[in-house]
Nanobody, 120 residues
């Protein structure tokens, strides 16, 4: 069992930056990811990283603006650096963990979510 706890959400103006953190309760050799869900929309994939931090993948909508990484000082903490934020990035952001399957991610664990609001 892996418990995930997110932090770092908040309110920011368009063009600003935020950094989200996901702390896992234990070191597990699985894939970690961020998803988001805006009001009235389905949850969507944002970015993923393997347990060692050596491999990453992004949704087209955030590529070049967001960076997912592992905190190497705390190797059970995964970060999402969000730059050049847009109002359309407003959503609840969820940390997730699971296994790669059929080119995607089968999620076994979810965090509770953290709100990100970008004002125009």
């Amino acid at each position: 069992q892996v418990h995930l706890v997110e932090s770092g959400g908040g309110l920011v103006q368009a063009g600003g930056t935020l950094r989200l953190s996901c702390a896992a309760s234990t070191r597990a050799f699985i894939t970690y990811a961020w998803f988001r869900q805006a009001p009235g929309k389905e949850r969507e994939f944002v970015a993923r990283i393997n347990w060692s931090g050596s491999n990453t993948y992004y949704a087209d909508s955030v590529k070049g603006r967001f960076t997912i990484s592992r905190d190497n000082a705390k190797n059970t903490v995964y970060l999402l650096q969000m730059n050049s934020l847009k109002p359309e990035d407003t959503a609840v952001y969820y940390c997730a963990a699971g296994r790669r399957k059929d080119g995607g991610l089968e999620v076994d664990y979810w965090g509770q979510g953290t709100q990100v609001t970008v004002s125009s």
